[in-house]
């Protein structure tokens, strides 16, 4: 890394910055906490949302877009989605020659997450027929040609070509943009991805059956219980409605409640994620003990479940 001559990347210390912040000390419970509340912080920063506002912003401007929806009518969570599932560019870097010529494409979203797919030019191509056949009243931009004169180099030819394409495309109209062809060809989602990557910014796995349930990780080493509860899924409030969730643990027995531990809230969501890690220390034996996890919403009961920890299977997630 200091021989690639980043000027962030010079000398040892900053070589040593990189590394304690990637935590590699951590068991993965600890880096699954970790991360999950500095992605949270990162999501709820104010100039973060500021950048990413002024970015949707100068993008709509440039497309002729509509004007966004008054942030009355429109909920947080829909409005950061937006912003998530749009694609601002893509640029096909190089192809592989091992490979039938795929195309390595970077993709970049509006939230400036970036990541990479390999494509066939006959899946360009067949995406292009596709976006005809649901737009035909849209002007496409014109498609590269599949032949080309033999003394060409046919591949970097089509590289230039594509790009072209893939810029008018991406630049134009935000329903061709945004549509679910192209979502689903850069970003490797379908319809049913669409709608459960909409769900999972603020929730976590759901049930097929509805029935309610915690996902925890349970440990035990030297005397420490570790629980971490990484999430929720489908409570609700006795009047159907989504629950601000907090989680409430209890070691029993216990009978002057000492022993409780609280996560944070999660705001109105029915699949809450968490991750977060409760500790009780000098825990001579698991016989005998029971978790007690309560789950409440502003002093509402939700739910509740008692753990006979001579019985858990130890360091498995468990529903």
Not at 187 to 207: M, R, Y
Not at 250 to 258: I, K, Q, R, S, T
Not at 271 to 279: A, C, F, L, Q, W
Not at 296 to 314: C, D, P
Request: proline share 5%.
């Amino acid at each position: 890394m200091l021989h690639a001559g980043l000027p962030e990347l010079n000398r040892i210390q900053d070589l040593k910055y990189v590394y304690d912040n990637l935590r590699p000390q951590d068991s993965d419970l600890q880096a699954t906490s970790y991360f999950t509340r500095k992605i949270k912080e990162s999501l709820e920063c104010f100039p973060v949302r500021l950048n990413n506002l002024i970015h949707t912003l100068a993008h709509m401007s440039l497309t002729g877009s509509a004007k966004l929806p008054s942030q009355e009518t429109v909920p947080q969570e829909w409005m950061m989605l937006n912003v998530e599932k749009s694609i601002a560019r893509a640029t096909i870097l190089g192809f592989n020659k091992k490979s039938d010529y795929l195309y390595l494409v970077q993709v970049v979203q509006t939230c400036n997450v970036v990541t990479f797919v390999e494509k066939s030019f006959d899946q360009f191509s067949e995406l292009h027929s596709n976006l005809q056949k649901q737009f035909p009243s849209h002007a496409l931009p014109e498609f590269p040609h599949s032949w080309y004169i033999a003394f060409i180099d046919l591949e970097h030819k089509r590289v230039k070509d594509l790009n072209l394409y893939l810029k008018q495309l991406l630049s134009g109209s935000r329903k061709l943009a945004n549509n679910e062809l192209v979502l689903s060809f850069f970003l490797n989602w379908s319809k049913h991805t669409l709608a459960e990557k909409a769900s999972s910014v603020t929730s976590g796995p759901q049930s097929n059956d509805g029935t309610p349930g915690v996902q925890l990780v349970i440990s035990y080493e030297d005397t420490r219980l570790t629980v971490m509860l990484k999430h929720m899924r489908n409570i609700r409030l006795p009047d159907g409605s989504a629950p601000s969730a907090h989680a409430e643990f209890y070691l029993l027995p216990d009978p002057d409640e000492v022993n409780q531990r609280k996560t944070r809230t999660v705001p109105k969501t029915t699949n809450p994620t968490y991750n977060e890690i409760v500790v009780y220390n000098k825990v001579m034996q698991l016989e005998g003990h029971i978790l007690k996890l309560v789950v409440k919403s502003k002093g509402t009961f939700v739910g509740a479940v008692n753990i006979q920890l001579s019985r858990v299977r130890l360091n498995e997630e468990k529903w």
